[in-house]
């Protein structure tokens, strides 16, 4: 069956962005929509829930003969959208058979906009300049692939190197579902696979071809990505990865060579779900003697935490998350970036978001009419579209806002909004706030500035995360003997730890009180370390030795684990 995919009509591009294009592809009658447009490599990543029909953002227009809606559709889609033929790619097959002998859809222009995912820095070198060798670092996360291009000459002592470019963009296999376990059981089959394989290698080749025309060779690679994430890319069977007991099918720490690519550096790979991505991340931290004992934690879809002692001794330690803290499953969420909320404060007059800021300091306030109006004492109306430039809520958003609620008494430790019957809260601000609760068939929704909401689902998904976590930690930390007080350092890798504020986390819970002013940024380790190790190759045998002995902690095969986690299914400490 062929499919075209078309801009709609009724949406503009995203400002600066690339026109979008109509796209034709082939695709077999039976599987999902959002499957065959979605992973094709043709058309924007983006990360889906993989069929829950909960995240919304796989719609499409059919632009004629649209099938009748379904209840997942009407959940997510207005009466005026459903009457216009918008529906839910996950939800719908590709037909045997259409009239013409192609199934024409809209989508959003942004989907199909190009995305080189390429920002090249000032002073990198241009065509007419003389060759520059370079070394490529590479974070294949499951959600968001970020990259540096440091050049082999930099200076003595510059341990992650002066970057010739750098960029970011999502992971093309995000189509096959945002969290590890949906990546898997595509990758499972040998065609899944390789598709998944091919996605990402493509991507990698564009950097490259882009790097070359801007007068940088590229002599080795070092890719640093969880077990999963490596395995598909390397295209190695991923079958002891997805059922228990879970294995390893190598240990990583070598060079590969794969066809269109320089020499590829894998770092160790501790356990199943502990992966070259902490080990560089740790690679990044020693180097720069960070004190002990501290943890690295690195939280996406999977939680992964190393703790390394005074002794010199490594604990490992993994745990699901889901991809809540990559903005993905609450019903506002959005990855963090331009135009998404980062935080929540409260004000005399009201609740105030505020986009992107500098780390750990106060965002720019939104000024959109509807928080203007809340900033001014003015309620807003119920069900007010979302305002003009502003997206929708990142996860330390969500963690700032649970923070404020819990601390006013409009959230109780197990999560749950006060009930109608509830008398109404003391304090005038409170009263004020709780006038935001909606409640209907689909539960309860609070709604914020900015016409957004906050439904009852989202503090759920957002609890498991605290629990999980929470309880990920505390195992550490007793493995390895080392009491809170006595930790030097939590350092929190990626966006959560750039943006989410210390005391926000010990209010709900995910650490012990006391350890806030001991949790540090380490903005993306992963990818400082993978520059190191392509840079310093020899660093690479200490890392592994490091590696071999450390202990790994089998969090979720622990008979006690999943009574454990209940008792954690509470904010606070």
Same mark, same amino acid.
């Given at each position: 069956?062929? /499919?075209?995919?078309?801009?709609?009509?009724?949406?503009?591009?995203?400002?600066?962005?690339?026109?979008?294009?109509?796209?034709?592809?082939?695709?077999?009658?039976?599987?999902?929509?959002?499957?065959?447009?979605?992973?094709?490599?043709?058309?924007?990543?983006?990360?889906?829930?993989?069929?829950?029909?909960?995240?919304?953002?796989?719609?499409?227009?059919?632009?004629?003969?649209?099938?009748?809606?379904?209840?997942?559709?009407?959940?997510?889609?207005?009466?005026?959208?459903?009457?216009?033929?918008?529906?839910?790619?996950?939800?719908?097959?590709?037909?045997?058979?259409?009239?013409?002998?192609?199934?024409? %859809?809209?989508?959003?222009?942004?989907?199909? #906009?190009?995305?080189?995912?390429?920002?090249?820095?000032?002073?990198?070198?241009?065509?007419?300049?003389?060759?520059?060798?370079?070394?490529?670092?590479?974070?294949?996360?499951?959600?968001?692939?970020?990259?540096?291009?440091?050049?082999?000459?930099?200076?003595?002592?510059?341990?992650?190197?002066?970057?010739?470019?750098?960029?970011?963009?999502?992971?093309?296999?995000?189509?096959?579902?945002?969290?590890?376990?949906?990546?898997?059981?595509?990758? @499972?089959?040998?065609?899944?696979?390789?598709?998944?394989?091919?996605?990402?290698?493509?991507?990698?080749?564009?950097?490259?071809?882009? /790097?070359?025309?801007?007068?940088?060779?590229?002599?080795?690679?070092?890719?640093?990505?969880?077990?999963?994430?490596?395995?598909?890319?390397?295209?190695?069977?991923?079958?002891?990865?997805? #059922?228990? &007991?879970? =294995?390893?099918?190598?240990?990583?720490?070598?060079?590969?060579?794969?066809?269109?690519?320089?020499?590829?550096?894998?770092? &160790?790979?501790?356990?199943?779900?502990?992966?070259?991505?902490?080990?560089?991340?740790?690679?990044?931290?020693?180097?720069?003697?960070?004190?002990?004992?501290?943890?690295?934690?690195?939280?996406?879809?999977?939680?992964?935490?190393?703790?390394?002692?005074?002794?010199?001794?490594?604990?490992?330690?993994?745990?699901?998350?889901?991809?809540?803290?990559?903005?993905?499953?609450?019903?506002?969420?959005? %990855?963090?970036?331009?135009?998404?909320?980062?935080?929540?404060?409260?004000?005399?007059?009201?609740?105030?978001?505020?986009?992107?800021?500098?780390?750990?300091?106060?965002?720019?306030?939104?000024?959109?009419?509807?928080?203007?109006?809340?900033?001014?004492?003015? @309620?807003?109306?119920?069900?007010?579209?979302?305002?003009?430039?502003?997206?929708?809520?990142? #996860?330390?958003?969500?963690?700032? %806002?649970?923070?404020?609620?819990?601390?006013?008494?409009?959230?109780?430790?197990?999560? +749950?909004?006060?009930?109608?019957?509830?008398?109404?809260? =003391?304090?005038?601000?409170?009263?004020?706030?709780?006038?935001?609760?909606?409640?209907?068939?689909?539960?309860?929704?609070?709604?914020?500035?900015?016409?957004?909401?906050?439904?009852?689902?989202?503090?759920?998904?957002?609890?498991?995360?605290?629990?999980?976590?929470?309880?990920?930690?505390?195992?550490?930390?007793?493995?390895?003997?080392?009491?809170?007080?006595?930790?030097?350092?939590?350092?929190?890798?990626?966006?959560?730890?750039?943006?989410?504020? &210390?005391?926000?986390?010990?209010?709900?819970?995910?650490?012990?009180?006391?350890?806030?002013?001991?949790?540090?940024?380490?903005?993306?380790?992963?990818?400082?370390?993978?520059?190191?190790?392509?840079?310093?190759?020899?660093?690479?045998?200490?890392?592994?030795?490091?590696?071999?002995?450390? +202990?790994?902690?089998?969090?979720?095969?622990?008979?006690?684990?999943?009574?454990?986690?209940?008792?954690?299914?509470?904010?606070?400490?």
């Amino acid at each position: 069956m062929k /499919l075209r995919l078309i801009p709609a009509a009724r949406e503009r591009a995203v400002p600066g962005s690339p026109l979008p294009r109509a796209v034709e592809l082939h695709a077999s009658s039976g599987e999902t929509l959002a499957r065959a447009i979605w992973l094709s490599g043709q058309v924007q990543a983006l990360p889906l829930c993989a069929g829950l029909g909960r995240c919304g953002r796989c719609r499409v227009r059919f632009v004629r003969d649209a099938p009748a809606p379904l209840p997942a559709e009407e959940a997510v889609f207005s009466a005026d959208a459903l009457a216009l033929g918008w529906r839910l790619a996950c939800r719908r097959q590709v037909p045997d058979a259409v009239a013409g002998g192609m199934l024409t %859809l809209e989508l959003p222009a942004e989907d199909l #906009a190009e995305d080189a995912g390429i920002a090249a820095l000032p002073g990198a070198p241009g065509p007419q300049a003389a060759e520059r060798e370079l070394v490529l670092a590479v974070d294949l996360g499951t959600t968001s692939v970020y990259w540096r291009a440091p050049a082999l000459d930099a200076p003595r002592g510059d341990l992650f190197g002066k970057d010739a470019a750098q960029g970011q963009f999502l992971n093309p296999q995000a189509g096959a579902g945002a969290d590890i376990m949906s990546r898997l059981a595509v990758a @499972r089959e040998p065609q899944g696979r390789k598709l998944l394989a091919g996605l990402a290698r493509e991507r990698l080749g564009r950097i490259l071809t882009a /790097l070359g025309a801007d007068g940088g060779r590229v002599s080795r690679i070092c890719l640093a990505a969880n077990t999963a994430m490596t395995d598909i890319f390397l295209d190695r069977d991923v079958a002891g990865l997805c #059922a228990a &007991p879970y =294995r390893i099918s190598h240990s990583g720490h070598e060079t590969v060579h794969l066809p269109g690519l320089p020499p590829l550096y894998i770092p &160790p790979l501790p356990g199943p779900f502990v992966g070259g991505d902490v080990s560089a991340g740790l690679a990044a931290l020693l180097a720069c003697e960070t004190p002990r004992p501290f943890v690295l934690a690195d939280l996406g879809t999977n939680g992964e935490l190393a703790l390394v002692t005074e002794k010199d001794e490594l604990v490992l330690a993994s745990v699901p998350l889901g991809p809540a803290l990559e903005g993905i499953g609450p019903e506002c969420g959005q %990855l963090a970036g331009p135009e998404v909320i980062t935080e929540f404060s409260l004000t005399p007059l009201g609740l105030a978001a505020h986009l992107p800021g500098p780390a750990h300091e106060p965002g720019t306030a939104c000024a959109c009419p509807a928080c203007r109006a809340a900033t001014a004492g003015v @309620r807003r109306q119920s069900g007010e579209a979302a305002a003009p430039g502003v997206r929708g809520i990142s #996860a330390t958003g969500y963690l700032s %806002l649970l923070a404020v609620l819990l601390q006013l008494g409009l959230l109780d430790s197990s999560g +749950r909004f006060p009930a109608s019957s509830s008398p109404p809260p =003391r304090m005038p601000l409170a009263r004020r706030l709780a006038e935001g609760f909606a409640r209907g068939p689909a539960g309860t929704r609070l709604h914020l500035p900015c016409g957004l909401w906050l439904a009852a689902g989202d503090v759920e998904v957002l609890l498991k995360v605290k629990a999980a976590f929470a309880l990920a930690l505390e195992k550490l930390l007793a493995a390895g003997k080392v009491r809170p007080a006595e930790l030097a350092a939590l350092c929190l890798a990626g966006a959560l730890g750039e943006h989410v504020r &210390p005391q926000h986390l010990e209010t709900l819970g995910f650490v012990p009180a006391g350890l806030g002013p001991r949790i540090r940024a380490v903005g993306n380790a992963a990818l400082d370390g993978a520059a190191l190790l392509a840079l310093q190759p020899g660093r690479g045998d200490a890392l592994a030795e490091l590696c071999a002995r450390a +202990r790994l902690l089998a969090l979720v095969d622990d008979p006690d684990f999943q009574q454990e986690y209940l008792r954690g299914m509470r904010f606070g400490a």
